[in-house]
Structures are given as structure tokens and as C-alpha cells.
């Protein structure tokens, strides 16, 4: 692929389509003003054109054109020696000839300095006269300051592209991902990005194609600018190995095309193209492109944003093998022997259709323990099983023989009463509250439970009727837990004017989020369950540094999704196992920023502040900010703390775990430098109570 510096440089400032720019107008005006020379040119190139964006002082029959050849120009000797090139008298140059040659116009005198932008020159400002001229010293620094003003310009056009680029490539990553984390099928998840990576990269078409185990290849999402509605997907397809897909599933690389190609369906030809592979559990199994119809400079970055959408479209893979694998297994929960989720909504449709073919009343009621984390971040993982084993006997102790009890959820439990209207689910929701909150829990002390409740006759089928429990336990919650909800329509309508769906949709959201950082940590092997442990010990710190419970609450969620930015991190690049490169280091950094951007709408302000920070450092030389003293929030240091302990104690690709002693003493001497010295003393105080040792073998899960 051809180095595309210069042309890159010069389509992004997207000066090369439509009419002279006016900044450049201004300037060029502004040089014959001051220099007295008839007429000013600014002049962009790329390997063989020249693109004249402003042309000031020709008369209107002696105009440009605005694309030419490159040669036949005097701007080709300044790009080329990217310097400043005199020309006082082109008449007995023989350096120039008659290379000068304006239609209608006697070019005699030239003067021509550099634009250079990111270090490429991409063209020339410079001056132009019918007569001989000796170019004044004067004259020159008026030219030279009018290119300083054209590239200071152009830098921020550059700057403020990227940063569009930079927000459009996020809001489509957080749309595909938020589709990912909601276990939507592949097959959504497939058009979704073909679609999103076309809208990123201003591609004509996008394609996702899967490698067949016969070598045959089948699109599975596609999108194209005349119609979203795209025929083909779904069929075996023909590929050319000229274009960018054919490419990269012959050589199973990212790759950059630029040249004419047949697209996928070989019934077009495109300019460019590019396209990345998508590899599920270490194998190949697909790729993904764009194409364009015009010629499109391709650069690592490019390629870096590809294989990004490529890793989305590899998770939503694995999650479906592995919803496909689940669904082998038994219908029971190992913890409390109770139905899991999967064999409970069987159970739960079949009993719904036999109550509508019969007429007869049936309830669903769901529980939620509530401040159920601080019993995990207070006592232990441990100490929290025994909880949700002691919880799940007592609903079975009440229960009738025709009952279904479940356990849907970490902390959430469902109770199916057959034969049981809203009145009398009511009365035995009471009863299994109270029988909750004034019984206390062995070793841990009272607890309480927020319920809901919906019975059939406010809902229509199976699915609706565990959506209107939900909902009337999210409202139980809000009342203040430890109370029982029934649904009814007028849920939706509490509070006039508030945000309440907003809140139920934002914290529906949120659960999908912390299943995207759950599926990013379940990548690699060594770093499973790696957030609920950094979660849990975040926790402990904030227990130890004095912290109410409902702040140890924020900070413990917030920890939870504290890594979901590394859905933005290429898995080449988070499951190497040797040093990272300079540009590989930086990519895993953006992980901070990313996540913060991820939840900025659902947690608070706080919250995204101890996420984006996690990776700063108390001497100020952290990232992404570079934070230290009060900007250096309590929250954001015991998160990295606890970040940084889970690393050193939990085997890495990079590296072995270390025995409890000297990731103490690891602590220790990063204090005041890497550790803020207070959140330090927090995990001392846990070492020395003997908590800390004591939590989970190094190992991990």
C-alpha cells in the first residue's frame, strides 16, 4: 500500500470539493494588498494534481481550472524541495522553461513558500507577476507570515475533523455495543455495524462476511448508500481477491486497498477499499469492510477504527456460541438448587398459556435483596452465598406444591402462583417480606427484600407480565425498598412530569453495560471476574476510609463497569503477551476516557469522574488527565488501587502473580508516587485485619 501521507493530509481538509474556500480567499487577497503583486494563488497537491483553492488578481479568462496536473507548475518545485522558490525573471530561468504558462496570461515573475501541515507539505502560497520582479525581503515575510496564518488554519481544520471523527466513531461503538450487551441475535448485531462503520468512514458500502468451514463465504450484514434494505445478505457470495474483503479472508490480516475493485457482489467497482478480519476465540472467522468510489487514503488509524467494529462483531459472536452452550446445561441453579432463569421462563410461558386457555388467575411476584453488595463487600463472597441459600428455603418453606421458585439473577428470585389473583399475591408477598426483614440471617444480621408484583389479568402474555413485575420492583426500590408493589398502569404515570421512564430505561441500560464489561473481562481467561473483584476490594477500602453505605454502593457500581472501555481495545492488542509498542500502550490508555464517555449518561457525575480517573496517579503523571491533588478525588484512588492489586495478585498474560507479602511491599513503595498514600493505608488496614489474604486465592475466580 503507497505511503498516503500527503493525499490524506489534503482530502482531510476537505477543501477539494465545491467552491474556493473563503479563508484562503481572504489571504490571498491580503497578499496582493500588501505586496503589491497582481496576483496570489494558494495551491494544494497530492502525487499528481494540484488543487487551486484560491486564485485572486486573474482575470476572469486567464482563471485555472481548479484541478490540473501537477507538472507544467511552478508549484512542483517548491513541494518538491519544500522551500521557498524565487523566480524573478522565468524568461532566462532555465530551470522553469515555460513551465509557467497561464492561459491568457504571461507569467515573467514567481514566488512560492511551503504550506506543511503535520509535517507534510501539501502545497504552496505564492505570488505571481506579469512583469520581472525582484522579491523584496519585505514581500517575503509578508508571504511567509500569510502561509504561517494558511497552516495554522488548516491545523484546526485538521483538529476539529478529528474530533468529529473521534465522537461519530464513539456513538457508533457505544450503538453496536449497547446491541452486543443486550444479547440482541448476531444477525442485528451484524447489520448494525455494517451500517455504523459505513456512517463513520463516509463509505459507499460495508460488508460483513463469514468464512463457511468448506471455504465458501456468506454475508451476513451489509450495508450500502442507495438503500439500507440490502439484497444478498444471508447468501454464499463470490469474492474477488483484488478487493479489500477477498483480501484479508486470503490473508487474514487488516488491509487498505487503492485501486479500482469489484465490491462484494462484483457489481460495481469501487476506487478503494479496506477491510479488517474478525476472529472468534482465537480463530478466523470472518472480516469486515468499507469501500469507496473515489480514491481514500488508508493509514493505520483507519485500520485501528476497522478492527474495532471488528471486535464488537467477534463478542456478539462469542456471546451466541456461548448462549448456545449454556442452554445445554442443567435447568437448576448450583448455589440454591433452585430453577435458573432459562427452565423459570419455560416454566413461566407454559403456565401462562394454560391459564389463558382455562380463564384462571395467575401472579408473578420478584425479589430483590436489597443492599445485597455491601453483605459481599462487608463479608465476603462466601458469606454472601450462604445469604442467598438461607433467602432461596425460605420463599421454597412457603411455597405451595403448584408454586415455581426461581433464582433469575445474582440477588433476584421469582415466585410463580398458579391459581392466585393480584389480591392474594399481594398477602403473600407480605408475608414472605416480613418473614425476611424480621428474621435475621445468620452471621450477617437483618436483611430486606424489595418486591414486585403483576398478575395475569394486567398482562397479555408470559413476557409482559415479568416486564410489569420488574417495573413494580423498580418502584418498590425507589419507595424506599423493603416494600411490596403491585403493577398497575398507573405505574408509568407516577410523579407527572418526572423522569421515571427515563430512569427505569437508564437503569435497564446500565445492566447491559455491566454485561458488556462481564463479556470484555470473560476475553481472556486470566482476567474473568477480574471488575467484581476490583468492585468488591474498592468496596472494602471505602468500609475501612469510613464511607457511608450508600456511597460504598456508588462506588462498587461504578467499579463494576470501570474496564468497559476496552471494548475499544483491538483483543491483538489486550491479549499480548509481550511488551506493548509506544502506539499500542497509548491505544490501551484511551480505555479510561472511552468508559467514562460509555456511562456518562447513566451514572453520576461522581461516578464517571472515578471511572475516567482509575488510571492517574497521585504524583500527577497518570492518564488521561494527568490529575493529582484534590483533583485526585478519594473515589478515583481507591479505585486504582484496587485496580492495581487485582493486577499484581491475578496471573496476566505479562506476567505471574505475586504472593500476597510483596504486593504489599509493591504498595508500599508506590506510595506518594503511583498510590495515593491514604488509599494505601486503607488496604494496609485490611492486610493487617487479615482480610486482604484471605479474600481469594491468587488465581482468581
Same mark, same amino acid.
Given at each position: 500500500?503507497?505511503?498516503p ?8 481538509l476537505g477543501?477539494l470539493?465545491?467552491?474556493p474556500?473563503?479563508?484562503f480567499?481572504?489571504l490571498?487577497?491580503?497578499a ?5 503583486a ?5 495551491v494544494?497537491v ?15 479568462a ?23 522558490? =524565487?523566480?524573478?525573471?522565468a %524568461?532566462a530561468d ?6 509557467l ?5 504571461d507569467v ?7 504550506l506543511?501541515?503535520e509535517g ?6 505564492? #505570488?505571481?507577476?506579469n ?29 476539529v ?5 473521534? #465522537? ?7 450503538a ?23 456512517h463513520?468512514?463516509s ?20 450495508? &450500502? ?7 444478498g ?5 463470490e =469474492?474477488d ?17 487503492r485501486?479500482p475493485?469489484?465490491?462484494v ?6 476506487r $478503494?477499499?479496506?477491510?479488517a ?8 472467522w ?5 469501500g469507496w468510489?473515489?480514491e481514500v487514503?488508508?493509514d493505520? %488509524? ?5 478492527? +474495532? ?6 463478542l456478539?459472536?462469542?456471546?451466541a456460541?456461548?448462549?448456545?452452550q449454556?442452554?445445554?446445561l ?7 438448587? !433452585?430453577?435458573?432463569?432459562r427452565?423459570?421462563?419455560?416454566? #413461566?410461558?407454559?403456565?401462562v398459556? %394454560? ?14 435483596l ?30 405451595r406444591?403448584s408454586?415455581v421458585?426461581?433464582r ?5 428470585f421469582?415466585?410463580?402462583l398458579?391459581?392466585t389473583?393480584?389480591?392474594a399475591?399481594i ?5 414472605a417480606?416480613? #418473614? ?8 450477617i ?5 424489595? @418486591? ?7 398482562a ?6 415479568? %416486564? ?15 416494600t411490596a408493589?403491585?403493577y $398497575? ?15 427505569l430505561?437508564?437503569?435497564?441500560t446500565l ?9 470484555v473481562?470473560a476475553?481472556?481467561?486470566s &482476567? ?12 472494602? !477500602?471505602?468500609g ?5 453505605a450508600?456511597?460504598?454502593? !456508588? ?12 471494548i ?5 492488542i =489486550? ?5 506493548l ?5 497509548? &491505544? ?5 476516557a ?6 456518562a ?7 464517571v469522574?472515578? @471511572?475516567?480517573?482509575h488510571?492517574e ?9 494527568g ?9 478515583? +484512588? ?9 493486577a499484581m495478585t ?7 502473580p505475586?504472593? @500476597?507479602?510483596?504486593? @504489599?511491599?509493591e ?15 486503607? !488496604? ?8 486482604l ?5 491468587? &488465581?482468581?475466580d
Amino acid at each position: 500500500m503507497q505511503d498516503p501521507s500527503r493525499l490524506e493530509v489534503v482530502q482531510r481538509l476537505g477543501l477539494l470539493d465545491g467552491a474556493p474556500d473563503e479563508s484562503f480567499d481572504r489571504l490571498t487577497r491580503m497578499a496582493t494588498r500588501l505586496t503589491g503583486a497582481p496576483v496570489s494563488l494558494a495551491v494544494l497537491v497530492d502525487d499528481d494534481r494540484q488543487f487551486f483553492v484560491s486564485q485572486v488578481g486573474l482575470p476572469e479568462a486567464a482563471a485555472v481550472a481548479r484541478e490540473t496536473p501537477l507538472s507544467h507548475s511552478f508549484c512542483q518545485h517548491v513541494v518538491a524541495r519544500s522551500s521557498p522558490f =524565487l523566480v524573478p525573471d522565468a %524568461r532566462a530561468d532555465p530551470r522553469v522553461s515555460d513551465n509557467l504558462a497561464i492561459r491568457d496570461l504571461d507569467v515573467v515573475a514567481y514566488a512560492g513558500v511551503p504550506l506543511v501541515v503535520e509535517g507534510e507539505t501539501v502545497g504552496s502560497f505564492c #505570488l505571481i507577476d506579469n512583469a520581472a520582479h525582484e522579491w523584496t525581503a519585505e514581500e517575503m515575510e509578508v508571504l511567509h507570515d500569510l502561509a504561517g496564518m494558511a497552516m495554522t488554519e488548516m491545523s484546526l481544520r485538521l483538529s476539529v475533523a478529528e474530533e468529529r471523527l473521534h #465522537l461519530r466513531e464513539q456513538e457508533a461503538l457505544r450503538a453496536v455495543a449497547t446491541l452486543v450487551a443486550g444479547e440482541a441475535p448476531p444477525g442485528a448485531v451484524f447489520a448494525a455495524a455494517a451500517e455504523h462503520v459505513a456512517h463513520v468512514f463516509s463509505a459507499a458500502v460495508s460488508r460483513v462476511v463469514r468464512l463457511e468451514p468448506d471455504d465458501e463465504h456468506r454475508l451476513v450484514g451489509a450495508w &450500502t448508500r442507495d438503500t439500507v434494505m440490502v439484497e444478498g445478505v444471508g447468501e454464499l457470495v463470490e =469474492l474477488d481477491e483484488r478487493s479489500a474483503i477477498g483480501s484479508v479472508l486470503k490473508g487474514r490480516r487488516a488491509t487498505g486497498i487503492r485501486r479500482p475493485e469489484p465490491d462484494v457482489a462484483g457489481s460495481s467497482v469501487l476506487r $478503494s477499499g479496506m477491510a479488517a478480519p474478525i476472529t472468534v476465540d482465537g480463530r478466523f472467522w470472518g472480516g469486515i469492510s468499507v469501500g469507496w468510489d473515489v480514491e481514500v487514503p488508508v493509514d493505520e %488509524r483507519e485500520l485501528d477504527r476497522l478492527t +474495532r467494529f471488528a471486535d464488537l462483531v467477534s463478542l456478539a459472536v462469542t456471546g451466541a456460541q456461548a448462549r448456545e452452550q449454556l442452554s445445554q446445561l442443567a435447568f437448576t441453579d448450583h448455589l440454591t438448587g !433452585l430453577y435458573n432463569q432459562r427452565a423459570f421462563s419455560e416454566r #413461566l410461558e407454559e403456565e401462562v398459556r %394454560r391459564c389463558r386457555r382455562y380463564g384462571r388467575p395467575l401472579s408473578l411476584v420478584v425479589f430483590d435483596l436489597d443492599h445485597f453488595k455491601l453483605v459481599n463487600d462487608t463479608h465476603g463472597h462466601e458469606a454472601g452465598n450462604r445469604v442467598l441459600a438461607e433467602f432461596a428455603s425460605r420463599l421454597v418453606a412457603m411455597r405451595r406444591g403448584s408454586d415455581v421458585v426461581a433464582r433469575v439473577g445474582g440477588e433476584e428470585f421469582a415466585w410463580m402462583l398458579p391459581e392466585t389473583g393480584g389480591k392474594a399475591a399481594i398477602n403473600a408477598a407480605e408475608r414472605a417480606r416480613a #418473614l425476611i426483614a424480621d428474621t435475621p440471617f445468620l452471621g450477617i444480621g437483618r436483611l430486606t427484600t424489595s @418486591i414486585g408484583i403483576c398478575s395475569l389479568e394486567d398482562a397479555s402474555d408470559a413476557q409482559e407480565l415479568s %416486564r410489569h413485575a420488574d417495573l413494580a420492583l423498580y418502584w418498590a426500590k425507589a419507595a424506599g425498598r423493603n416494600t411490596a408493589v403491585r403493577y $398497575s398502569p398507573e405505574l408509568i404515570a407516577l410523579q407527572p412530569g418526572s423522569d421515571s421512564a427515563d430512569r427505569l430505561e437508564s437503569a435497564k441500560t446500565l445492566a447491559a453495560i455491566r454485561a458488556l464489561a462481564g463479556a470484555v473481562d470473560a476475553k481472556d481467561p486470566s &482476567t474473568q471476574r477480574h471488575s467484581e473483584r476490583v468492585a468488591q476490594l474498592a468496596g472494602e !477500602l471505602a468500609g475501612v476510609a469510613g464511607w457511608d453505605a450508600s456511597r460504598i454502593v !456508588l462506588l462498587h457500581s461504578a467499579a463494576l463497569v470501570h474496564d468497559v472501555g476496552k471494548i475499544g481495545v483491538p483483543d491483538t492488542i =489486550l491479549l499480548k503477551p509481550g511488551h506493548l509498542t509506544d502506539e499500542e500502550y497509548a &491505544t490501551v490508555k484511551s480505555h479510561a476516557a472511552l468508559g467514562a464517555e460509555i456511562v456518562a449518561d447513566l451514572l453520576s457525575r461522581e461516578q464517571v469522574q472515578w @471511572i475516567r480517573h482509575h488510571h492517574e496517579r497521585h504524583d500527577g503523571r497518570g492518564y488521561p488527565d494527568g490529575v493529582s491533588g484534590a483533583d485526585f478525588s478519594e473515589g478515583a +484512588r481507591l479505585l486504582a488501587v484496587a485496580d492495581a492489586w487485582d493486577a499484581m495478585t491475578v496471573a496476566r498474560p505479562y506476567g505471574s502473580p505475586r504472593p @500476597i507479602p510483596e504486593a @504489599i511491599e509493591e504498595m508500599k513503595r508506590g506510595m506518594g508516587g503511583q498510590f495515593a498514600p491514604d488509599a494505601v493505608h486503607a !488496604l494496609l488496614l485490611l492486610y493487617e485485619s487479615g482480610a486482604l489474604g484471605a479474600r481469594r486465592p491468587v &488465581t482468581g475466580d
